[in-house]
């Protein structure tokens, strides 16, 4: 199980706008910054968004990201069939978990 | 360009050990710290251990702590992982990772391929 919650799965239609959560706690996500990976089948993770909501270059301003409190979100508007992957979240954690977790990852299906 | 390349994955008996290698290339390498990441089959990532750009600092996840041990040789540019103790549930993808900045932990900029290790019988 792991530190940071996520849902499993995900989906939408092309051009909609779909969200990802990330829930964590006060010794993770409550006290330090998000980022998120997007990964393809049989490939390596990718940075996709670092500090919350700052995208690396290269990554489209469609995808957005945000943080309150314990929980964060990745945005994903006008969506595309490229962007079917897996989705995960991580953050430093200052518990006997960490130093650095992830979420279990979420499953982006293109409808 | 930056690359980070991954090798030392194979077949292992439970209890043995393994050292995996990450030659990188494209940036000052002294410059950043780096990172090990794990996926086992079918399942999401879990960070393993990290190592600050002059070594000072290590960091490494409960369940590998005492077995494995993160190192560095800048002057090669290479980061190891020696495992130790493996068992099955070490059994993963083994990515090595570029951090953003040295003492930026946990913010992946660069990924290798990754190298498979597997631990079994």
């Known amino acids: 199980q792991s530190v940071l919650t996520q849902p499993p799965s995900a989906s939408g239609t092309p051009g909609q706008r779909v969200t990802i959560s990330c829930s964590g706690s006060?010794?993770?996500?409550?006290?330090?910054?998000v980022n998120w990976y997007q990964q393809f089948p049989g490939t390596a993770p990718q940075l996709l968004m670092y500090?919350?909501?700052q995208r690396p270059s290269g990554v489209p301003d469609r995808f957005s990201g945000s943080k309150s409190g314990t929980s964060a979100s990745l945005a994903i508007s006008g969506l595309q069939s490229e962007d079917e992957a897996d989705y995960f979240c991580?953050?430093?954690?200052?518990?006997?978990?960490?130093?650095?977790?992830f979420g279990g990852g979420t499953k982006l299906t293109v409808l | 360009e930056v690359q980070v390349v991954e090798s030392g994955g194979g077949l292992v008996q439970p209890g043995g050990s393994l050292r995996l290698s990450c030659a990188a290339s494209?940036?000052?390498?002294?410059?950043?710290?780096m990172s090990w990441v794990r996926q086992a089959p079918g399942k999401g990532l879990m960070w393993v251990a990290a190592?600050?750009?002059?070594?000072?600092?290590?960091y490494y996840a409960g369940s590998v702590k005492g077995r494995f041990t993160i190192s560095r040789d800048n002057s090669n540019s290479t980061l190891y992982l020696q495992m130790n103790s493996l068992t099955a549930e070490d059994t993963a993808v083994y990515y090595c990772?570029?951090?953003?900045?040295?003492?930026?932990?946990?913010?992946?900029?660069?990924w290798g391929r990754g190298t498979l290790v597997t631990v079994s019988s």
């Open positions: 990772a570029k951090d953003l900045d040295d003492y930026i932990w946990g913010t992946l900029e660069y």
């Open positions: 494209g940036f000052p390498f002294s410059s950043y710290s």
């Open positions: 190592i600050s750009g002059s070594s000072v600092t290590t």
């Open positions: 006060s010794s993770n996500i409550g006290s330090y910054t």
């Open positions: 500090s919350n909501d």
């Open positions: 991580a953050a430093w954690d200052d518990s006997l978990n960490g130093p650095v977790v």
